[in-house]
């Protein structure tokens, strides 16, 4: 028989200790319009900024291309265009994923007719727990220029984390992300989420509910079943097959849950 309640009740546990530089925490943290709203007034600097509509991990789907997913997609009252996105991996060529993340983006809100006008203005943060491109900043700004002069094309680009922290606003907001801490109520609308979703019963149902969404998308699926088979096969440890499939230390607890589950599947069958 499948052992539903201990399943549920190690899922909750994961999440719990999950913080805001998990694409899936933060996914379920900001799928809330004021929390959304108060990350981005701090990240842009403009306390007024009002979201009118947010989407949380939304695929753009390309027949020609790869498809992108966006972490958190928000757009305010004026039509300017926010992208937040969050990574760990310091391989990575960053430059790079942020021009596919602006260009995906751009293209998918331009209809056909549409006047060059009528391009949004976009935003993308780039959030890490390093200081990935060793800005020596808590938030470092794109910055073009034209023949020594500022040239604005309408996208804006920024690197923020929580390494540095020169006590600004963004790196007191950064130092949160890394805690994600439910009893630390000094980030508002922010704090409020983070408190619903670990502390409350309410939160509970969100994360198991948003966890077995991402296992039945495959955005887990795929690695679960790698660490399973890796362990049988070559008599590791889980924590050895996880890093090997390149789960991030923060998230293994989830996946163990799932891991857990999947071998109960399978002696059940």
């Known amino acids: 028989m499948p052992h539903y309640l201990s399943s549920r009740e190690e899922k909750i546990d994961a999440a719990r200790r999950m913080n805001l530089f998990s694409d899936l925490f933060m996914s379920v943290a900001l799928d809330d319009r004021l929390a959304c709203e108060y990350v981005l007034r701090i990240l842009t600097g403009i306390p007024s900024l009002a979201v009118l509509e947010m989407r949380t991990q939304y695929r753009v789907n390309n027949m020609i291309a790869r498809d992108v997913i966006f972490d958190v997609l928000a757009q305010d009252e004026t039509g300017r265009l926010y992208n937040i996105e969050v990574q760990r991996t310091d391989t990575l060529d960053h430059p790079r994923r942020v021009l596919l993340y602006a260009s995906e983006l751009i293209t998918e809100f331009m209809r056909k007719g549409s006047s060059v006008d009528d391009t949004p203005e ?148």
């Open 122 to 269: 976009v935003y993308i943060f780039y959030l890490s727990e390093t200081d990935i491109l060793k800005t020596g900043k808590s938030i470092a700004w794109v910055e073009k220029r034209l023949a020594g002069e500022p040239y604005c094309d309408g996208l804006h680009i920024a690197f923020a984390n929580a390494e540095v922290d020169d006590g600004s606003e963004v790196a007191g907001l950064m130092r949160y992300f890394k805690t994600a801490d439910p009893d630390d109520l000094s980030h508002g609308s922010l704090s409020r989420r983070i408190h619903l979703l670990k502390k409350e019963k309410e939160g509970e149902e969100l994360m198991c509910q948003i966890s077995d969404k991402f296992v039945q998308e495959g955005k887990v699926q795929g690695k679960v079943e790698s660490i399973v088979n890796l362990t049988a096969k070559m008599s590791i440890s889980d924590e050895t097959a996880m890093e090997l499939v390149g789960v991030d230390e923060k998230e293994r607890p989830l996946y163990a849950a799932y891991v857990k589950e999947m071998r109960r599947a399978m002696a059940t069958a």
